[in-house]
């Protein structure tokens, strides 16, 4: 089963406006990342925050990470309609492990 | 240096036959990924190679399902006795150090009639 679990689903706007998207995982980490992923295509990096890190920025990303509620939070500030995709948070857990666990996603919608 | 590639794009296969699967990963990335993605759905973690070591493997890894990677450079992934329910895109990833970001390729998209 997928740790990560992204929350909207689904999540329609208008353009200029922000989205949130919000993350929540069941076993502590080292670190959450944030990805992008086009209609049928690959995924594309956004953001990777460690586990002793609550906040981090790139461009208009703004991603928090709150360790005690296992919770992460996505925000698109001034949305594009090329923001339309796929957001998924991936956690990578601290058990010795290698694999990078997806959840199942928020489909933005941006409407110009 | 093109990223991570991957072939074919597209398979369309009968029930029954077997498919393989090729991924070049960025040059330099001793580390690569397999997943698996339904509509709808995130990735779902196939199997992890460092080098030309697998050092896991998803218990979705059926024993229809083998991964290689011979010479710690690119990867194959093979399907025996292709099913309905293996149609999904399969997805390659690499990345340089542990815990970092990964670079994916553009998938495969499996359909099984």
């Known amino acids: 089963s997928q740790q990560g679990e992204e929350d909207p689903q689904a999540l329609s706007i208008q353009e200029g406006e922000n989205a949130t998207m919000n993350c929540s995982y069941k076993t502590s980490i080292n670190n959450l990342q944030w990805y992008r992923q086009n209609s049928g295509r690959g995924l594309v990096h956004l953001i990777l925050i460690r586990s002793n890190e609550r906040e981090k920025h790139s461009g208009r990303l703004r991603v928090t990470l709150d360790t005690s509620k296992k919770s992460s939070s996505l925000l698109i500030t001034a949305s594009r309609a090329a923001d339309t995709a796929s957001y998924f948070c991936?956690?990578?857990?601290?058990?010795?492990?290698?694999?990078?666990?997806f959840g199942a996603g928020t489909r933005l919608f941006v409407k110009a | 240096d093109t990223g991570v590639s991957q072939d074919p794009r597209h398979k369309i296969t009968k029930r029954g036959q077997n498919v393989t699967f090729r991924c070049d990963p960025i040059s330099e990335h001793n580390r690569l990924y397999w997943y698996r993605q339904t509509l709808g759905q995130g990735p779902e973690f196939l199997t992890y190679f460092q080098n030309e070591a697998q050092l896991e493997k998803s218990r979705l890894l059926s024993d229809r399902f083998s991964a290689e990677r011979p010479k710690g450079s690119f990867s194959t992934l093979e399907i025996q006795r292709t099913e309905q329910g293996d149609s999904a895109m399969y997805l390659c990833?690499?990345?340089?150090?542990?815990?970092?970001?990964?670079?994916f390729g553009q998938g495969t998209r499996l359909t099984v009639v």
């Open positions: 991936a956690t990578d857990g601290d058990t010795g492990g290698f694999k990078t666990i």
């Open positions: 990833a690499s990345s340089l150090e542990r815990w970092t970001e990964a670079f």
